[in-house]
């Protein structure tokens, strides 16, 4: 390895994944005076826990490919380590959100069907510098869906940030409305009457795009590969399918951040960090330290 010898970059994470799943093998008295397969694969369970391990297995190999991969130059082998003491007047924090996929419903069958991706994927999708260029498009076959679904993944959240989520789940609808304009494109979440009221004028809005308060109990794929949703809405179920589903997510502050406010002597919950409308800083109960505004 080109830079194994600069022990410095070989970086050992704490999160090391689970151990790695072995092929299942007929027992040893069904191999005698035979010439069958020995090793029969994966099931299913094992693919997925296989599938969900990362294959770095934690550790940078020091192969420095990200070094001859970066045309920016940002990576710099031979840059040193320094400590510098600053002294600032106002400490701005930049806060950031993560969005757990262990808070979406198991029930929607994310990670299961490939025609069901999070918000997140789906910024990344229609992205111009995403993987597929812009086009918004099923994973599983790569054709352009017909008809879209955005789901709320999550059972409840506070206030912020379930308003959070739905600005990002409203702002990617109409996106993909602008991308397909032929297409079907559903919204469904629960707890919208605070939110439709607060934003009754930019909804009206909306092109073709229909937003219900309802939950989704069921998903199904079909033989197509499209995805059967059962609806419940209002006391009654229905069944609606379509091509293409995107979960959305509820944010959550990086352990990162609330670890750092702590040493600042910071008390910040786990919500403060959305922004009110019209803010771009926010303030704390230090007047040095402020937020930056999470919109």
Known sequence: MTYEKKGRYIVEFQDIPKARQHHIEIPVEERIGNNNEVELGFDEERALKEAKR???CRRCLGCALCWAECKPEAINFEMQDEYLDLEADTIIISPGVERPLNRVAPHLGLGKNQNVMTDLQMERMLSQT?????LVLRPYDGEIPMSVAFVQGYASASPQMHKSALFLGINEAILVRRKLPNAQISFFAQDLAAFMEEQKDAL????KIEVREAAVTALEPLESQSLQLTIGSNGSQETKSFDLVVILTQPQLAPDVKNLSKKLGLDMSYASFLAQEGSGLISTDKD????????
């Open 204 to 207: 009206k809005a909306l092109d």
């Open 288 to 295: 040095t330290l402020k937020l930056t505004a999470i919109l």
């Open 54 to 56: 990362c294959l770095s």
């Open 130 to 134: 995403g993987p597929s260029g812009g």
